[in-house]
């Protein structure tokens, strides 16, 4: 192998994958719910009734990725009737013809809500604990390695498994497209040319690029990256030709059973 080959292998780090619950997503309303309750102490500089009604949005949000499951079609519907809910008195508030937007503040202003700061600090701490229970089951339960030289799956308590590379494509799909927005969640499957899963995982961590971290790469491109790099290694390509019809032969000869590691 060359020394460029060899330096461009070096570059590609290994990558880990860890089943998740959708409780991970509970990390996000624990530190806003932290950075509200540090406004609150400020009362003079932030509105407390602008913070409830700002916290009470975090926690539909949060409740809404952490329930249901939202295809492309609906979260695409979802975001229009959004605008047309918000543009439509945009439009009549800004004519003049009829202030929607100044009525809704009087009303829940007359309400007066608000939330002191240990409130707030306390919805933080139960979130958290949330986050930290998803963290340890999805850090001890299950990990997964794929790096160059193939894919191992390593469970609590049992012995690891270790599958080769050569000839697998990958087939991915957002599991919810909320989720997706918040923290890149899909579903990452490894199959042979004969369309058999090899290994499969359901909710992903940042599989896909998100919005708020767009500078960091996907696991989908690192994952398809070192799958692509099998053809620069020192193998020919007639032999993992060779070896990938030996896989998918034996795979049929297994009778065809679905090793699938998600959750």
């Given at each position: 192998?060359?020394?460029?080959?060899?330096?461009?292998?070096?570059?590609?780090?290994?990558?880990?994958?860890?089943?998740?619950?959708?409780?991970?997503?509970?990390?996000?309303?624990?530190?806003?719910?932290?950075?509200?309750?540090?406004?609150?102490?400020?009362?003079?500089?932030?509105?407390?009734?602008?913070?409830?009604?700002?916290?009470?949005?975090?926690?539909?949000?949060?409740?809404v990725?952490?329930r249901?499951?939202?295809?492309?079609?609906?979260?695409?519907?979802l975001?229009?009737?959004?605008?047309?809910?918000?543009?439509?008195?945009?439009?009549?508030?800004?004519?003049?013809?009829?202030?929607?937007?100044?009525?809704?503040?009087?009303?829940?202003g007359?309400?007066?809500?608000?939330v002191?700061?240990?409130?707030?600090?306390?919805?933080?701490?139960?979130?958290?604990?949330i986050?930290?229970?998803?963290?340890?089951?999805?850090?001890?339960?299950?990990?997964?390695?794929?790096?160059?030289?193939?894919?191992?799956?390593?469970?609590?308590?049992?012995k690891?498994?270790?599958?080769?590379?050569?000839?697998?494509?990958?087939?991915?799909?957002?599991?919810?497209?909320?989720?997706?927005?918040?923290?890149?969640?899909?579903?990452?499957?490894?199959?042979?040319?004969?369309?058999?899963?090899?290994?499969?995982?359901?909710?992903?961590?940042?599989?896909?690029?998100?919005?708020?971290?767009?500078?960091?790469?996907?696991?989908?491109?690192?994952?398809?990256?070192?799958?692509?790099?099998?053809?620069?290694?020192?193998?020919?390509?007639?032999?993992?030709l060779?070896?990938?019809?030996?896989?998918?032969?034996?795979?049929?000869?297994?009778?065809?059973d679905?090793?699938?590691?998600?959750?």
């Open positions: 192998m060359s020394t460029a080959t060899s330096q461009s292998s070096a570059a590609i780090k290994p990558i880990y994958l860890y089943d998740h619950l959708p409780g991970i997503l509970a990390g996000y309303p624990a530190g806003l719910c932290t950075v509200l309750g540090i406004m609150s102490l400020m009362p003079a500089l932030f509105n407390p009734h602008m913070l409830f009604w700002i916290g009470l949005s975090i926690m539909v949000v949060w409740y990725a952490f249901f499951n939202i295809p492309k079609s609906k979260f695409i519907l975001f229009g009737l959004l605008g047309t809910f918000i543009g439509i008195p945009v439009v009549l508030e800004l004519s003049g013809i009829f202030a929607p937007f100044a009525l809704l503040g009087r009303l829940l007359s309400l007066h809500p608000q002191n700061a240990g409130a707030w600090f306390v919805i933080a701490i139960v979130f958290f604990v986050w930290l229970g998803n963290f340890i089951y999805s850090r001890t339960h299950l990990r997964v390695r794929i790096d160059e030289s193939g894919l191992t799956v390593n469970r609590l308590g049992g690891g498994e270790r599958f080769e590379l050569i000839g697998l494509k990958t087939e991915n799909e957002p599991l919810d497209y909320l989720e997706l927005f918040l923290a890149g969640v899909g579903s990452l499957s490894l199959k042979t040319r004969m369309n058999k899963p090899i290994f499969k995982m359901d909710r992903v961590i940042g599989l896909y690029r998100t919005p708020w971290f767009p500078f960091f790469e996907s696991k989908l491109a690192r994952v398809e990256k070192i799958l692509n790099s099998q053809s620069a290694g020192g193998v020919s390509a007639q032999d993992r060779d070896m990938a019809e030996q896989m998918d032969a034996a795979a049929e000869d297994d009778g065809g679905d090793p699938s590691f998600g959750s």
